[in-house]
């Protein structure tokens, strides 16, 4: 079939919308795919806030876990008398009580200078350790774990005991002093628990 000229003017109005469909056609690709790809971007962006907004509440929630952590056993700590100022005079006082107690026949002690166990820049509270040096005398060894043990269990303080030597006695027993076959001398720490300076109120 050989088209002529008349054809081809009668064929042009349905070449040129089938031409303008193909146009609109692409358009609308071409606006679909744009489209697409920035809801593509704005849901990524969506879930990167949303795993974001996530991580915080689980950071929260293990800080939240954290300071309650912490309150709780600083205020074990405080109940047991661990927190707060040096008290040597109350420390003297249960020294001697404990001696007469349980009956040990001769005691001597020197405290040195209290100074902090750590240097954490920022932390709210600080352990201060005070030494000691104590001196018993002594009728059995069981009076001195009978003594560290009564101690550690009702001082207002952690105490550690750094080291322990234990000897017979060279000599007499000192005037008005009980009889005693033992003399130790023990190296000790009196932990304590106080805030640090420029915090709280």
Request: aromatic content about 6%; charged content about 25%; glycine content about 6%.
């Amino acid at each position: 079939m050989k088209l002529e000229r008349k054809d081809f003017v009668q064929l042009r109005a349905p070449l040129g919308w089938a031409l303008a469909m193909l146009v609109l056609a692409a358009g609308i690709g071409l606006y679909t795919h744009r489209e697409l790809r920035q809801a593509t971007q704005a849901r990524q962006t969506a879930e990167q806030a949303h795993q974001q907004i996530e991580q915080r509440l689980r950071q929260v929630r293990t800080e939240e876990e954290d300071i309650k952590s912490r309150t709780q056993a600083f205020l074990t700590l405080q109940q047991a008398g661990i927190t707060g100022e040096e008290r040597r005079l109350e420390w003297t006082e249960q020294l001697r009580a404990l001696q007469q107690e349980l009956r040990i026949p001769g005691m001597s002690y020197e405290f040195g200078a209290q100074s902090a166990l750590d240097k954490t820049e920022g932390a709210p509270f600080a352990w201060f350790a005070s030494p000691m040096q104590l001196k018993l005398r002594l009728l059995h060894e069981e009076d001195l774990l009978r003594f560290l043990g009564r101690l550690q269990r009702e001082a207002r303080a952690m105490i550690v005991i750094r080291a322990c030597r234990v000897a017979p006695v060279v000599g007499n027993s000192l005037p008005g002093e009980a009889v005693a076959l033992l003399t130790a001398e023990c190296d000790l720490q009196w932990i304590t628990l106080r805030q640090a300076k420029g915090k709280g109120g």
